[in-house]
């Protein structure tokens, strides 16, 4: 039985493609020769996240948080001090933590410019940024198939999807409260399973019918009633059992909602509690084909905001309770 020591550095290699970084980890400490061989090895992890948190206890005091699979490196500190903990699954190991007289961000950006260095970009399955208030600087490069973006406050999650070498993604999360509209490119038209956009956008009539991912929400003033019965159509068609497709719009109050359900697609209205914000709730319930053979009915609902109407429609799933009865019959309008 041949040790490791004996097989050959393009086996090795082959080896550490698929090997996740704990286990390259563990093969750095191998020998002077597999530290090295591991450092010019690609790697794609799994998952890459980098998260920020406040402090309940000081304000100016943050913790950034970096997952890399199943490792964890811990960034906490305020201005110019930082303590760095280490650990595995979410366990931090005592004895390769450490103090720097630095600030935080200094840190990890070292850190981070020390993994493009090694590696030539952050290239992972799926890459998650959850309220990291920094931009990524010009020469990091993102590639994955699954993106997430949350809270990225001062526009900065437009400027880490400029970062992205991905042509296309299959997932896509972008949310923020506040900031600059997002732009929408070619790659975020061309997301092919789930699409969330919870940001104000520009998307008109013309770029949603672009849009690829049966799973989907997006924020924007430019789309009109017209558009959404489109989106509706192809949901339908496409979507799957756990799919969902939301649209926040600019509709009047006294818009015509049931002019937004597509010809020819049977349905029933429900009564609308009256503690609930739906102006207008329906079970649709044929007409349609779906290439998935997912022929149950659909919960097609509008909610309304002070300024927004709320447009959603998902496989219905029945209630705990049948209480909701049906007030009028079915209509094809």
């Not at 493009?116 to 309220?131: L, T």
């Not at 520009?202 to 959404?228: H, R, T, W």
């Amino acid at each position: 039985m041949p040790s490791w020591k004996t097989v050959p550095d393009d086996v090795k290699k082959e080896i550490l493609e698929f090997s996740d970084y704990e286990s390259r980890c563990s093969m750095r400490l191998c020998s002077k020769k597999d530290y090295n061989l591991v450092d010019v090895t690609s790697f794609k992890a799994k998952n890459f996240a980098i998260s920020e948190v406040f402090s309940n206890m000081d304000s100016n005091k943050t913790q950034i948080r970096v997952d890399i699979d199943n490792f964890t490196i811990w960034f906490i500190g305020k201005e110019n001090q930082t303590r760095v903990d280490r650990g595995w699954d979410g366990n931090v190991l005592e004895e390769f933590s450490e103090i720097k007289s630095e600030n935080r961000y200094i840190v990890i950006r070292r850190f981070l410019d020390r993994w493009h260095q090694r590696f030539g970009m952050i290239h992972a399955e799926k890459v998650s940024f959850v309220m990291f208030d920094q931009p990524p600087s010009a020469h990091w490069k993102i590639k994955c198939n699954k993106l997430t973006m949350y809270e990225l406050r001062g526009g900065h999650d437009i400027t880490w999807l400029d970062q992205c070498v991905s042509s296309k993604f299959e997932k896509l999360e972008i949310t923020r409260t506040h900031g600059p509209p997002l732009p929408i490119d070619r790659r975020i038209l061309g997301t092919s399973k789930s699409l969330r956009i919870g940001v104000d956008c520009n998307m008109s009539d013309e770029q949603l019918d672009s849009v690829k991912a049966p799973d989907f929400y997006v924020k924007s003033d430019g789309i009109k009633g017209s558009g959404i019965r489109r989106v509706l159509e192809k949901f339908l068609k496409n979507g799957q059992m756990e799919d969902r497709t939301e649209i926040t719009v600019a509709l009047p109050e006294n818009f015509e909602f049931k002019k937004l359900v597509p010809e020819n697609v049977s349905y029933r209205s429900l009564e609308i509690p009256e503690w609930s914000s739906s102006v207008f709730e329906v079970k649709l319930l044929g007409g349609f084909e779906n290439v998935h053979g997912i022929q149950n009915p659909r919960k097609f609902r509008v909610r309304y905001t002070p300024d927004k109407a709320e447009v959603s429609c998902e496989v219905w799933k029945r209630p705990r309770s049948e209480s909701l009865p049906i007030i009028e019959n079915y209509d094809s309008e």
